[in-house]
């Protein structure tokens, strides 16, 4: 807040005034005499936290100001209060849902509640204080709560559910769910943030949701206009995205005549660069030492903190739309508690490398089939400890929907070991989102599994496996025996070099890396990358 008044104090000034009437208007608080408040609340009267926000335009530059006045919710007794997590949307769920709607060239927008938790009465007596620059412009707009003041602060009692406060988002959540409950649509039995609606089958509404952010897909555009007035109805202030081109939880969504469903996230990524200052790139996101011994010195605790929170970031965004970097992202996420100069040098290339393939994410194409194809892969002994890795991509409408790189868990003796503990993750995985699909009333063939080894084919056909090494390792056989058996999903092999996986799993080079990326993440913005 102190920043932004030195740097733009007129504008500052006028989103606290945006924001501090909004609430009042809203009626989210009352003032009180102090006096007035129970005793045994004393302790637990919560102190606000002023968020200054700039928002940016197209071309990168401050468009407006967005301030967020928030209850301290730190100060209070979370074990006193039964309700406080709120769902959001799997991230997987959320890409079936666009790999479904390209499929299908199905329409979708995005619909956001202003003030989405002022919507929401609080249950639970809970008091805040207010001084400081947020009172004196309160007071400037509202003089006649003067009266209230004790000692220079103002305390309140809050009567709608405040952003910062621990039980705001599940209240929020109940509100929405009972609103499109009574449009009558039905939560999915796999995601408690997925509604769908087939009261007209030949047009199935379905509904994501992350928080206070919606999104809508329907038939064609004049029924998601529709769906959108009709749940905006409910609250007091909505707005509602472009279908074509829009802002989602981070990721870009672009949509051209073929109705594909382009996902980005460049601006997040040159955020992180900016606070790099990386101006250099790198053809790729490591070299082949990548799994080598390190030892090299661990670095000071700041730069261990910045490492941690940056890894934390690209996780974020590899689930999204980098699946190119995931590998490289998960091997790091190992170190963030004792974080390696080596480490952090690979960290800086890995940036290097997002800053030189700007413009590239996910892609799902218009009319292509919904059906999940899942490549399972893994990497014998890839580890200087000798464990191998595993790495799992599913791909729908020919985008990615989910990627996984891991290091295995078990000590295997050969690659075949190694294949068979990976097609055991990728049979659980493929029958979790088969699930899904049927849940979100997406009609698909079973999953297909791919295995670029053909003794893990053969061998899982037979009635009893060769021998193997160790128990877990025939456990895992018999499981995926038995899965094969009926009929859960079919296992397939296919080529090394048509096996996309293979870049969850060790760092590739040259081309066997690039012809990987241009499938997996194509270049979709080329004016993001020219700048």
Known sequence: LKVSLQKDPVNTVKAMHKEIKQLVDKKVFKPVFHKNIPIKFHRSIVSTVTNIKDKFDENGNVSSIKCRICANGSQLDKSLYK?????????????????????????????????????????????????????????????????????GTLYVRLLKALYGLPMSGYLWYVKLK?????????????????????????????????????????????????????????????????????????????RNSNRDVNITMDKYILDILKEYNITKSSKYPHDSKLFAKDESECVSEDMRRKFHSTVYKLL???????????????????????????????????????????????????????????????????????YSRSGIIVVSSGGIILSKSSKQTILTMSSTESELVSLYSAISISNALYSKCLSFNIECRKPVIYQDNRNVIEMINRTKPYELSKKHVTLKYYSIHQSIKEREADVEWCPTDKMVADIATKPLMGDLFYNIVNKIVPIISVKNISK
Request: hydrophobic share 40%.
């Open 83 to 151: 309700d406080l997590s709120c769902p959001t949307i799997a991230t997987e769920s959320l890409m079936i849902l666009f790999a479904d709607a390209a499929a299908d060239r199905r329409e979708f927008r995005s619909i956001d509640i202003e003030g989405a938790y002022l919507e929401c009465n609080m249950v639970e007596e809970v008091y805040m204080s207010l001084s400081g620059r947020v009172l004196y412009e309160l007071l400037s707009l509202y003089p006649h709560m003067k009266k209230f003041l004790h000692n």
């Open 178 to 254: 009972n609103v499109l409950l009574n449009l009558n649509y039905k939560m999915s039995k796999c995601d408690e943030c997925v509604f769908i609606n087939k009261s007209n089958c030949n047009n199935v509404r379905k509904i994501g949701i992350h928080g206070d952010d919606i999104l809508v897909f329907c038939n064609n555009i004049e029924s998601v206009d529709k769906e959108c007035k009709l749940i905006g109805s409910n609250f007091t202030n909505y707005k509602v995205s472009d279908n074509n081109n829009f802002k989602h939880l981070g990721m870009i969504i672009n």
């Open 316 to 386: 974020f965004i590899a689930k999204r739309s980098r699946p190119d970097i995931l590998m490289n992202v998960s091997y790091l996420s190992s170190y963030i508690n004792e974080c390696t100069q080596e480490k952090y040098d690979y960290l800086i290339k890995l940036l290097q490398y997002l800053n030189s393939s700007m413009g590239r994410g996910i892609t799902f194409i218009g009319g292509k089939s919904v059906d999940l194809r899942i490549y399972a892969d893994a990497s014998f002994m890839s580890h200087n400890d000798l």
